[in-house]
């Protein structure tokens, strides 16, 4: 009789046990961690020879810029590094979307017989789609083509088969439909001031942020059998109540945190209870993510050094509560100080699942 009372409050004392714990700086290196979205670009091992010190590993991604030399290199570069790091480093291919033969049953079997011999290569875990659907790409009639259009369900539909999750940039942060002035974080009125092309207040012919957005949802509501990883918080960055509503309504979505970190803190300044809040309640749905590239060259150490103290800041973001500041924005702001467990899951265990990475997976608790 006492034993069957003892269990369940030994049971609930491991738990809240668990809850209690928290990291601190010094553990920045013992915990095994993932960085779930990066761009290698070189095959000098400066990128992966950090992430071993820093205990990373590394997911690649492969983006469609449309010029199929370049996708090539970048594939063979990820697939390099993954065969030189077998465990350590895995990637996600792309496809080339060229628009010849757009919704012909060419088009979809040339992109399809590309990705079966894409996806067999070791290391691959997703395939990954860019935002040139929605935002560049447009059929013969001039019309935009959108990642909910019928045409590229054969290709989902080959990708689902074969076990992938997709892995979407897919629209662009809110703030690029306003005018730089008015922009939230300087990172992105840094990046659409030197790239017009894509800043689209100035382009108010294109698809709206809202388009993007329900697009993307529409794609998801027409395959709640596909295992998806929406790029930079899903593009819905600017505001976690939003965010929290897409991944209530479609839970086979997931989220990455690359390049939009920034965001997160940007709202912790007014906001902090509410961001942490959202990061405990979501904590099976955000993945930890820089978004860093590295293409080799010039200054390597450099680059280490650049890597490293990008892994930390965040680190001390979310794991201390000190007081910060960010160079993206005016503001003071603290640390989140999330439970370990939550740190856990961001940095290492939802990587592992959502793109089911064929990793030993004993946790760091
Ligand atoms: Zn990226």
């Known amino acids: 009789m006492k034993i069957k009372i003892l269990i ?72 390099l590094s993954a065969q030189k790091y077998p465990g350590k480093v895995f990637f996600g291919p792309s496809f080339l979307f060229d628009t ?18 894409d996806l067999s290569a070791p290391g691959v875990i997703t395939v990954k789609i860019w935002k040139n659907i929605g935002m560049t790409l447009r059929d013969r009639e001039g019309n935009f083509i ?5 045409g590229l369900q054969p290709v989902i539909d080959f990708i689902k088969g074969k076990g992938f999750p997709i892995t979407g940039h897919l629209g662009e942060p809110r703030n690029c439909w306003l005018p730089l002035d008015e922009m939230t974080v300087s990172s992105d009125s840094g990046y659409f001031a030197a790239h017009p092309q894509y800043h689209m207040y100035i382009h108010p012919e294109y698809p709206s942020y809202e388009d993007q957005i329900r697009a993307r949802d529409n ?11 929406g790029c930079h918080l899903g593009s819905l960055e600017w505001n976690v109540d939003s965010l929290a509503d897409r991944l209530d309504k479609y839970p086979n979505m997931a989220v ?18 509410k961001v942490r809040d959202f990061c405990i309640k979501y904590h ?4 930890y993510g820089t978004d860093v590239g590295y293409g080799g060259g010039g200054n390597p150490d ?35 100080k999330l439970p370990a467990e939550v740190i856990d899951k961001f940095y290492y265990d939802n990587a ?7 990793v030993n997976n004993p946790g760091n608790l």
């Open 8 to 79: 369940p409050v030994l049971v609930s004392l491991i738990l809240a046990g668990c809850q209690d714990k928290f990291y601190s700086v010094e553990d920045f290196s013992s915990v095994k961690k993932i960085d779930s979205h990066i761009h290698i670009g070189s095959d000098d091992g400066v990128f992966e020879e950090q992430a071993a010190d820093d205990n990373f590993i590394l997911i690649t991604l492969n983006v469609d810029h449309g010029d199929s030399a370049n996708l090539r290199r970048q594939f063979n570069l990820a697939s």
């Open 146 to 150: 959108m990642v909910d259009d019928p």
């Open 256 to 273: 990455d945190m690359s390049a939009r970190i920034c965001h997160l803190q940007y709202q912790t300044v007014d906001e902090r209870e």
């Open 100 to 117: 010849t033969g757009w919704r012909t049953d060419e088009w979809s079997s040339k992109v399809i017989s590309q990705l079966e011999e």
């Open 302 to 336: 450099g680059f280490r050094k650049r890597i490293h103290e990008t892994w930390l800041d965040d680190w001390k973001y979310f794991t201390t509560d000190e007081e910060m500041t960010s160079e993206l924005f005016k503001g003071k702001f603290k640390g989140l």
């Open 284 to 287: 099976d749905r955000l993945l």
């Open 352 to 358: 592992v699942k959502w793109y089911k990475l064929p």
């Open 219 to 229: 794609m998801l509501e027409a395959n709640p059998d596909l295992t998806f990883i």
